[in-house]
């Protein structure tokens, strides 16, 4: 028959042990693993509520931890030992069960999987090794590094895919979610959420504002008509849930009530006369703060009561087009500013904190005169984003899983982190900022 070459089939991952922790509300980190169950991985998921335990299909592997907090860092360690796990994967990093579990993950040696919501939101998700927001690797790195690596990848100009109506999936998936584990509360007698506020309360929540989007469209609509036909220049304040972990935990104001203040005495002191000041709120913001009625109370003790507005979320598209300048703590919204080449003054830790991007005057003088980004080097981190750690798709749609998942599967299971794979190389993990408040997610 002469010479034949024998042909082998590859191994897989057969080796790889993944350990999940709590995930975005819905099924993406089931269909994940079952993704990776494919490719030869084993995966396991630890349960901390009955919310946790709905999702996770088929239930094999699913390992629920009823203790109270104090317990689950020797309990995490055991799991690491006992199952051979090689692979942590997780969405975001700050809440304490996560952050505790990633610093003694650090030192095992594990490689770490952190997803988050895109930073080129609303259409893409953020998938990287380490950490994320202020603890991502992009917080070290310079944009001459990311033209290095991009090479002649600097011209990539991919937009975002169609839109797939997430927002109502959101709601919904977190309205369920809290309702299922209030309903199974008794099962998990140590469970402690990392919000602030009781689960009963998270739910009423999540489903006041899911039944309440009809009425809240057409308020914000009105409103927002008013401010587009009032005539005045404006700035634009891009607001954050008050609970988010990038507010609290990269961000220098204890409360939302300082933001505030913060922002508007510097309005009132630098801003021409003769402009306005239009806070938008987050288009997740469900009522637990009371927005409105704080930004009219600190606008009338500035004497500027009749310039300054609030919105009930709505598209931000047509805000910034004509806007003077946006402002932030540090929202993912701040970078459909820098696309539009207008002027941003962020205020906390964010991947965008850079002096080519975000001002760095003080807040009173950029109010005053706002100096803009420049644009060669926004669409330079832009296609290194989109090169790299952002996956078009989303977590709470079928049609947006499915999307992420063709692509972010091979991702988790690639030898090398998103950043350093378009270096061609892997690279160690960066020192890791562990915080102890709580998460907003």
Not at 371 to 376: E, S
Not at 381 to 400: D, E, I, N, W
Request: some cysteine.
């Amino acid at each position: 028959m002469g010479n034949v070459t024998e042909m082998t089939r590859p191994t897989g991952h057969d080796g790889r042990r993944f350990l999940f922790l709590q995930g975005p509300h819905g099924p993406f980190f089931s269909q994940l693993a079952r993704m990776l169950r494919t490719a030869g991985a084993k995966t396991w998921r630890v349960g901390f509520n009955a919310g946790d335990a709905a999702f996770w299909r088929p239930r094999q592997g699913y390992i629920p931890f009823r203790d109270a907090p104090e317990a689950w860092p020797a309990h995490f360690q055991a799991l690491i030992v006992e199952l051979g796990i090689t692979d942590l994967v997780l969405y975001g990093d700050t809440r304490p069960i996560h952050a505790k579990a990633i610093e003694i993950a650090r030192d095992a040696g594990l490689t770490i999987h952190v997803f988050e919501e895109g930073y080129l939101r609303p259409w893409w998700i953020t998938y990287e090794r380490d950490g994320s927001n202020g603890n991502s690797r992009l917080m070290s790195m310079s944009l001459d590094e990311m033209r290095t690596a991009l090479g002649d990848r600097i011209d990539d100009h991919r937009e975002a895919p169609a839109h797939w109506g997430s927002l109502r999936a959101h709601v919904f998936y977190g309205a369920l979610y809290h309702g299922l584990v209030m309903a199974g509360a008794r099962a998990y007698p140590g469970f402690r959420p990392h919000r602030r506020i009781p689960v009963r309360t998270e739910f009423r929540l999540h489903l006041r504002r899911l039944l309440l989007m009809p009425a809240h469209a057409v308020q914000r609509i009105i409103a927002t008509r008013r401010i587009m036909r009032g005539g005045y220049p404006y700035h634009l304040v891009l607001l954050q849930l008050a609970h988010d972990a990038s507010f609290l935990d990269h961000g220098p104001f204890p409360s939302m009530e300082a933001f505030l203040d913060r922002v508007i005495a510097d309005f009132a002191s630098g801003a021409p006369p003769h402009h306005h000041l239009v806070f938008k709120a987050h288009p997740l913001e469900d009522g637990r703060a009371p927005l409105r009625r704080e930004i009219s109370r600190i606008a009338r003790l500035h004497g500027i009561g009749e310039r300054v507005h609030f919105l009930r979320g709505g598209k931000l598209a047509p805000l910034l087009d004509p806007a003077v300048s946006a402002v932030t703590v540090n929202s993912t919204a701040g970078q459909q500013a820098l696309w539009r080449g207008l002027p941003l003054k962020a205020l906390g830790r964010a991947i965008y904190s850079r002096r080519e991007l975000a001002s760095a005057q003080p807040l009173f003088v950029f109010f005053a005169n706002p100096q803009p980004p420049d644009g060669p080097s926004y669409r330079l981190f832009r296609a290194y984003l989109l090169a790299t750690s952002q996956v078009p798709g989303s977590f709470y749609t079928a049609k947006g899983r499915h999307q992420a998942l063709r692509r972010v599967a091979d991702m988790v299971l690639a030898q090398t982190a998103p950043y350093a794979a378009l270096c061609g190389k892997t690279a160690p993990s960066p020192a890791f900022h562990v915080v102890g408040k709580q998460d907003g997610r």
